[in-house]
């Protein structure tokens, strides 16, 4: 749905946009519901779901960015904290071993404060709701778990790294 969601965006074509976008978030909630409920988890599935999720998000904040109807600034903040984190990921693999990452709380509230600002932001160029005042809070919010939930894997993440290479025997997953 990737390339289909930037095309949408870049034609201003604003209902098949939020169509598009609601497609791919009901299709991965019901993806995510039956994997758990089935038991139809697999560590691809694990790896593979919040990247596609990454990579929509991270598309859809470039195609907005570019076509000028959020802030520029607020897109490299949004995808800098992504590359931090799959960057630390790959680092860490590399030198200490299997890293096994869960989102934290702060982290699920940026991903939705990221979709509600997504919509909200579509929304106002189709049908002139919700108000201004409302982007600007939500595109604050986005900006403040983007901040936060960055800090808080480079921390955690950082001393769990620490802890691995002073007791590279003792591996423990957060």
Same mark, same amino acid.
């Given at each position: 749905?990737?390339?289909?969601?930037? #095309?949408?965006?870049?034609?201003?074509?604003?209902?098949?946009?939020?169509?598009?976008?609601?497609?791919?978030?009901?299709?991965?909630?019901?993806?995510?519901? #039956?994997?758990?409920?089935?038991?139809?988890?697999?560590?691809?599935?694990?790896? %593979?779901?919040?990247?596609?999720?990454?990579?929509? #998000?991270?598309?859809?904040?470039?195609?907005?960015?570019?076509?000028?109807?959020?802030?520029?600034?607020?897109?490299?903040?949004?995808?800098?904290?992504?590359?931090?984190?799959?960057?630390?990921?790959?680092?860490?693999?590399?030198?200490?071993?299997?890293?096994?990452?869960?989102?934290?709380?702060?982290?699920? %509230?940026? /991903?939705?404060?990221?979709?509600?600002?997504?919509?909200?932001?579509?929304? /106002?160029?189709?049908?002139?709701?919700?108000?201004?005042?409302?982007?600007?809070?939500?595109?604050?919010?986005?900006?403040? /778990?983007?901040?936060?939930?960055?800090?808080?894997?480079?921390?955690?993440?950082?001393?769990?790294?620490?802890?691995?290479?002073?007791?590279?025997?003792?591996?423990?997953?957060?």
């Amino acid at each position: 749905m990737v390339v289909p969601i930037a #095309l949408a965006i870049a034609r201003h074509d604003f209902v098949s946009t939020l169509w598009l976008f609601a497609i791919a978030a009901i299709s991965d909630a019901a993806d995510g519901a #039956l994997a758990r409920g089935f038991g139809w988890q697999s560590k691809l599935g694990g790896i %593979l779901d919040p990247i596609g999720d990454k990579l929509m #998000l991270a598309t859809v904040f470039v195609m907005l960015a570019v076509v000028g109807y959020i802030p520029m600034w607020l897109a490299v903040c949004v995808i800098a904290r992504d590359c931090i984190i799959v960057l630390g990921a790959v680092c860490y693999r590399v030198l200490l071993g299997p890293v096994e990452a869960r989102p934290s709380v702060i982290s699920k %509230l940026n /991903t939705a404060l990221q979709m509600a600002f997504v919509l909200a932001v579509i929304c /106002t160029k189709e049908f002139s709701w919700p108000p201004a005042w409302m982007i600007v809070g939500l595109g604050a919010l986005v900006f403040v /778990t983007v901040v936060v939930s960055g800090i808080d894997y480079v921390l955690v993440y950082g001393k769990q790294a620490i802890e691995q290479a002073r007791n590279p025997s003792r591996v423990r997953a957060i």
